[in-house]
């Protein structure tokens, strides 16, 4: 607390200083200004914050069974139970933070120092990729540790849609004050059995990314009371989608391949292909919780 006490004196003096004085001449001026424009932005970048994430799988059956659900394909109705032994081979989740809504400098190393050194804006929600690797927002924040997770469909965590797992291996990180850019998760494999109106089904997903964007301004700041909250759905990878105005029934076409299935990049392609697309479709698999007035996020 005396650190950010001291931080926030220094940096009043400065703007106290940057409002009031007057320099000898025009190109003085904006040499004195950018030296301490620099100063403020190495003071701000250089404060950090823990943040825990809560990495959620749910479903919406507002029941305590995550592992049975019913889905609808082209109005028939489809039972699916997820059984125990599907599970997540994680290879990391990492945040992009975007400063505040105010200039930013481009580094926090000795080149902020520089004569040569410029200031940018960066608008939220744009991930800053024009930073340098050295800069608090050029980096990347880990919150998710590599590691098989299994029993997934044992939910030890509740929310307002019913039980929930929540993963064990997020962690804090030290972020930057600002806001949310993007998360990425990545995954060595997801294997999936699970039984669909009696029929065996196993799905074998390799290596795969995705990146999920915040559609709401999620603040990484000193003070913030609860952990970033982030979403996956296993049912949602199986529901009926609609692409460019054709339909996209991945529960439709499994009822026509007689059992039991193998669902993998060598075999029943035009399912696993189906399923490929649904886990990068935007706000289908992952996702952020949506915004609401009031709610920190």
């Keep these: 607390m005396k650190h950010l ?36 932005i190495f003071f701000n970048n250089n404060q950090t914050v823990a943040v825990g994430t809560n990495l959620r799988s749910y479903d919406d059956q507002a029941d305590d069974n995550l592992n049975q659900f019913s889905l609808t394909s082209n109005a028939v109705v489809y039972n699916i139970t997820i059984q125990s032994n599907t599970d997540i081979n994680w290879e990391t989740g990492t945040y992009r933070i975007n400063p505040p809504n105010q200039v930013l400098g481009v580094s926090t190393s000795s080149s902020e120092k520089s004569s040569t050194a410029t200031a940018k804006t960066h608008t939220p929600y744009t991930v800053p990729l024009d930073l340098p690797a050295d800069d608090l927002y050029g980096k990347s924040y880990p919150f ?12 030890n965590s509740t929310v307002d849609t019913g039980a929930s797992f929540l993963f ?69 990878m199986f529901q009926d989608r609609t ?47 949506g915004c609401f007035p009031g709610v920190e996020r």
């Design 144 to 155: 998710l540790s590599a590691g098989t997770v299994t029993n997934i469909t044992q939910y």
């Design 243 to 289: 692409v460019s105005g054709t339909p996209v029934r991945f529960l439709e076409q499994l009822s026509m391949v007689a059992g039991p299935v193998v669902i993998s990049k060598v075999s029943n392609v035009p399912l696993y292909n189906i399923l490929l697309q649904n886990l990068q479709a935007e706000d289908i698999v992952f996702s952020f919780p």
């Design 5 to 40: 006490d001291s931080r926030l004196t220094i940096i009043s003096g400065f703007l106290v200083f940057f409002t009031h004085c007057t320099f000898g001449s025009v190109g003085d001026s904006n040499k004195d200004k950018l030296a301490i424009l620099q100063n403020l």
């Design 168 to 236: 064990p291996n997020t962690r804090l990180s030290n972020m930057p004050l600002g806001v949310v850019a993007v998360a990425n998760v990545s995954w060595e494999e997801i294997y999936i059995r699970m039984d669909v109106g009696g029929k065996d089904v196993t799905i074998l997903l390799p290596q795969g990314s995705k990146s999920i964007t915040p559609k709401c301004k999620i603040p990484i700041k000193v003070g913030r009371s609860g952990n970033i909250e982030i979403l996956m759905s296993l049912s949602s």
